[in-house]
């Protein structure tokens, strides 16, 4: 080792985990999916629990989609300033 230098990290205990996801595009992805299917369920057949989930993976949806677009602001800005 280098002097100045800490003692190495201890090795991970994670093992093989995988991310599930490697971009936030496959997460709205995926949430608007299940709204998809939640809608086409509340169609069928309406019910009040259904309505519930609709609302969350709704607000959900709206969470991730503005990470994204800030996160694209910021790299829209970036490249230009």
């Known amino acids: 080792m280098k002097r100045g230098t800490t003692t190495p990290l201890p090795p991970s205990s994670f093992g093989e985990l995988r991310p599930e996801f490697y971009d936030i595009i496959n997460i709205i992805d995926r949430i608007w999916g ?3 299917r939640l ?3 509340n169609r069928i057949s309406y019910s009040k629990q259904v309505e519930v989930q609709l609302e969350y993976y709704y607000n959900l949806s709206d969470y991730w989609e503005d990470v994204y677009l800030s996160l694209m602001g910021r790299r829209f800005y970036e490249s230009f300033f």
Do not use: G, L, R, V
């Open 39 to 41: 809608e086409q369920q």
């Open 34 to 36: 299940k709204i998809a």
